[in-house]
């Protein structure tokens, strides 16, 4: 048994988690993630697909309201409904602000 399954401390504060992903979740998050680390300015920290997994979920428990449904399906195609009538009405409000 691992020692972070015994209770040890883990390092960061991190807890592994296991998590099955689709074939085009992974390819997506490797490229994403390949993606960000190359265009970064500040060598400090990597960038990987558990970094992007983190951000994520950090986004939905932030916005629980815009998570709703009775399957994996409802709740994905509810949140993306949502979120893209958040950024249309964000965009619409700044170019609005930008003909005052």
Do not use: C, F
């Not at 558990?50 to 932030?62: E, G, H, S, Y």
């Amino acid at each position: 048994m691992p020692p972070s399954a015994k209770g040890a401390a883990e390092p960061d504060g991190l807890r592994p988690k296991w998590v099955p992903l689709r074939k085009d979740h992974y390819t997506d998050l490797a490229d994403l993630a390949r993606d960000l680390q190359d265009a970064r300015n500040s060598k400090v920290e990597r960038i990987t697909e558990n970094t992007l997994i983190r951000v994520a979920i950090d986004l939905i428990t932030a916005h629980p309201e815009l998570l709703a449904g009775d399957t994996e399906e409802d709740i994905r195609t509810g949140a993306l409904k949502r979120l893209h009538a958040w950024s249309n009405a964000a965009a619409e409000k700044a170019a609005g602000g930008l003909h005052e």
